[in-house]
């Protein structure tokens, strides 16, 4: 088991360019989350997938962020037009949901983006 | 709306000295709570949870939280600080095995 992986790591980028994410889960997990970090702040959810289905979008999400788990496996978080009020950390997360209303989360080292 | 708060942004604590860091929730129905640690360039790492039964829970490296109803408090405690305990630590609710909130953190540094 090699725990939930991110990639890049870091990612540095001039305002108004796309980025892209990868967040690739714990394998036979069936939910995924994706948080932002802000610089001493707690995360805040954006939004999650189970399986391949998108079942709940933050409203910090705006048009300019999009997510997509296509195949139930990994997914990709999307940022078009990037503003510096998007430079934080993108962490992502995946659990096991079964019979039991509770489910713990497995963070990954998360995405450093930076937006010059 | 549920929340979550920790209202220390900073302690200080000296090696070998208890610690405490305090967390309050609001929220509809007692959600679960965990208290996860984050160092420098790191994911977050589950410190310890509550669900229900036992109001003093352990967890890992030497932590412990109490949940307290009447005061809506998760707070978490070690007896004996280790340098290696400088991080930043959150606590977190959750409501219906769903989203995680996230108190602002509190960062926890160690003097020799």
């Known amino acids: 088991d090699t725990g939930v992986s991110q990639d890049p790591r870091h990612k540095i980028t001039k305002r108004g360019q796309n980025v892209t994410f990868r967040c690739d889960p714990i394998?036979?997990?069936?939910?995924l989350y994706w948080y932002r970090q802000t610089l001493g702040q707690g995360p805040e959810f954006l939004t999650y997938?189970?399986?391949?289905?998108?079942?709940?979008k933050s409203r910090l999400l705006s048009d300019r962020f999009s997510a997509e788990r296509p195949k139930g496996s990994f997914s990709t978080l999307e940022i078009q037009r990037t503003e510096q009020g998007d430079s934080a950390m993108y962490l992502c997360?995946?659990?096991?949901?079964?019979?039991?209303?509770?489910?713990?989360?497995?963070f990954g080292p998360g995405t450093r983006l930076t937006v010059l | 709306a549920q929340s979550v708060t920790q209202p220390d942004i900073h302690i200080t604590v000296s090696e070998g000295a208890s610690l405490e860091l305090r967390c309050n929730y609001s929220y509809g129905a007692t959600p679960y709570l965990f208290w996860y640690v984050q160092s420098p360039g790191q994911g977050l790492q589950l410190l310890l949870k509550y669900f229900s039964g036992d109001t003093l829970v352990q967890g890992i490296k030497g932590f412990e939280a109490e949940f307290k109803r009447s005061q809506s408090s998760f707070n978490l405690r070690k007896p004996s600080v280790h340098w290696s305990d400088a991080a930043e630590y959150f606590c977190?609710?959750?409501?219906?095995?769903?989203?995680?909130?996230f108190g602002g953190g509190t960062r926890v540094l160690v003097k020799p």
């Open positions: 977190a609710g959750q409501a219906a095995g769903n989203k995680l909130t």
């Open positions: 997938f189970q399986n391949e289905a998108q079942l709940e």
């Open positions: 997360a995946s659990s096991l949901v079964g019979g039991s209303a509770y489910n713990e989360q497995f």
């Open positions: 394998s036979e997990h069936n939910r």
